[in-house]
């Protein structure tokens, strides 16, 4: 489902910003010094706005953004918690699961698009957001590998692909950054429902459908994958030609 998170700039995770901003914050520290750095001061921040910046940064990483990404950190071991509890098949247990399970889903989606709304940018979020959700996906999956609900391949295949993705996406980041892709947002849907009706204890009719749409969920893990793969390729090979191009400008 996650899929390469957004923070990694694409895929499950694409879609989430980053956190926070320096700019309000810089500005605050002037206005509670009383002073401005400037060629008067010598260039230096007098230590009274060095410290009331240091305060307002640190006061910045306490946005929504980040409490709900910190939410969903805290929600994994619950989950996992929740998921064995009474053995592991208990439908009470795994039902309180799934809705654990579902706040964590319904908060990845928030926080990306408040982060980028309200320019919530911090160096916090860009590392925990994806690790937030690849997380609580790695969780989900393994506990039902473990109970035996879902065969360890898929859960191998998804996880793969997802870390996999992450470290191409950090090898070509020099190049540019893989863009999320209509077929990388409907992967993470369909994994989010997939495992979401994985968790919960069903039978009949309804064991059948969410096999299917495991099924169409591995199917575009592995596709969307491979186009990421594609499109880091295309970008590796243009931004070495650009940087050739501009060194021969450079030496003519």
């Known amino acids: 489902m996650t899929g390469v998170p957004a923070s990694a700039a694409g895929g499950s995770s694409g879609a989430h910003g980053a956190r926070g901003s320096a700019a309000p914050a810089d500005g605050a520290a002037s206005e509670v010094s009383g002073t401005a750095s400037g060629p008067e001061n010598g260039g230096r921040t007098?230590?009274?706005?060095?410290?009331?910046?240091?305060?307002?940064?640190?006061?910045?990483v306490w946005n929504v953004a980040n409490l709900l990404t910190m939410l969903r950190l805290v929600l994994v071991p619950g989950f996992v918690a929740l998921m064995l509890a009474n053995g592991g098949y208990d439908p009470a247990w795994r039902a309180v699961a799934w809705a654990a399970f579902a706040i964590a889903m319904i908060?990845?989606?928030?926080?990306?698009?408040?982060?980028?709304?309200?320019?919530?940018?911090?160096?916090?979020?860009?590392i925990a957001d994806p690790i937030a959700d690849k997380a609580i996906m790695g969780a989900a999956l393994i506990c039902l590998s473990a109970l035996g609900?879902?065969?360890?391949?898929?859960?191998?295949?998804?996880?793969?692909?997802?870390?996999g993705i992450t470290l191409l996406r950090f090898l070509v980041i020099r190049y540019g950054v893989i863009p999320a892709s209509r077929g990388g947002k409907l992967k993470t849907l369909t994994q989010g429902v997939a495992v979401g009706m994985y968790v919960l204890a069903l039978t009949g009719w309804l064991a059948t459908l969410r096999f299917w749409v495991m099924a169409?969920?591995?199917?575009?893990?592995?596709?969307?994958?491979?186009?990421?793969?594609?499109?880091?390729?295309?970008?590796?090979?243009?931004?070495?030609?650009?940087?050739?191009?501009?060194?021969?400008?450079?030496?003519?």
Request: aromatic share 6%; net charge positive; hydrophobic share 50%.
């Open 46 to 60: 007098p230590r009274g706005g060095k410290i009331a910046a240091a305060a307002v940064n640190q006061a910045s």
């Open 107 to 126: 908060t990845d989606l928030f926080d990306g698009h408040l982060a980028r709304t309200y320019n919530l940018v911090t160096d916090f979020g860009k």
């Open 149 to 163: 609900d879902l065969p360890w391949w898929v859960t191998a295949v998804i996880l793969g692909r997802e870390l």
């Open 216 to 252: 169409v969920a591995v199917v575009l893990t592995v596709v969307t994958g491979l186009d990421y793969v594609r499109q880091a390729i295309v970008l590796r090979r243009r931004g070495i030609a650009e940087r050739a191009a501009a060194l021969e400008e450079k030496e003519a």
